[in-house]
């Protein structure tokens, strides 16, 4: 079955820099890649996310990246913000349902 | 209604008690989903639903662990003889459609097994 692997666990920027996070899947037959975003005691919502036809995504501070070749997908947050701090979980989906990677705790420093 | 929503918020058993764990998903949605979460860990995959059938219970962690949703909406989650390696969140999503669609989430039931 699917296996996203997810790096790093955890990641602290300073506000205003950039903060990128990496996954990997195994499973070729993957073709959507969600971001979602959980906030600590809420439930995970999704900020973003990329189908296998597109390289690329991007919805303002928010940008997402795919190589299929590699099986890697990262999530790109530009100029960070204190409110951008939680847990980031990216997810592969070969077919029902989503696999999740274990997620990226980051804090952004004021 | 609004989003999904799961009852109760939380739940402490006692080990070897049985538990229910209520999911009301989107209305219309059609696959719903349940994960669980231990502290400091992804949604790990439990169930999954497209309308009444149970398409895919693979991350059952055992028999104790049961899964329905007899009228195509409303889902419970049982779990038997609860343990202590059941202490987690609970965590319901729904879609309308398969895997290339947005998941919404409940925001979870937190069950602590003493």
């Known amino acids: 079955g699917e296996n996203v692997e997810q790096h790093p666990s955890t990641l602290s920027v300073q506000e205003g820099d950039s903060a990128v996070i990496k996954c990997t899947y195994s499973?070729?037959?993957?073709?959507?890649f969600p971001w979602y975003k959980q906030e600590l005691g809420k439930r995970p919502q999704l900020i973003i996310d990329?189908?296998?036809?597109?390289g690329e995504k991007k919805d303002q501070r928010i940008a997402v990246t795919l190589n299929k070749t590699a099986k890697h997908f990262s999530l790109h947050i530009t100029e960070t913000q204190p409110e951008d701090s939680a847990v980031y979980f990216c997810?592969?989906?070969?077919?029902?349902?989503?696999?999740f990677g274990k997620g990226t705790r980051l804090s952004v420093i004021a | 209604g609004a989003g999904v929503s799961q009852s109760p918020r939380y739940k402490v058993a006692k080990r070897g008690q049985d538990v229910a764990l209520r999911c009301d998903p989107i209305s219309g949605h059609v696959s719903l989903f349940w994960y669980q979460q231990a502290l400091g860990q992804g949604p790990e995959f439990l169930t999954y639903f497209q309308n009444e059938a149970q398409l895919d219970k693979s991350g059952l962690p055992s028999d104790r662990f049961f899964a329905e949703r007899p009228e195509g909406s409303v889902s419970t989650l049982k779990i038997q003889r609860t343990q202590q390696e059941d202490s987690a969140v609970y965590l319901c999503?729904?879609?309308?459609?398969?895997?290339?669609?947005?998941?919404?989430f409940g925001q979870g039931t937190r069950l602590t097994v003493v």
């Open positions: 997810a592969a989906s070969p077919r029902t349902p989503l696999v």
């Open positions: 499973d070729s037959a993957s073709n959507y």
């Open positions: 990329i189908r296998s036809n597109v």
């Open positions: 999503a729904s879609s309308t459609g398969q895997g290339t669609t947005e998941a919404f």
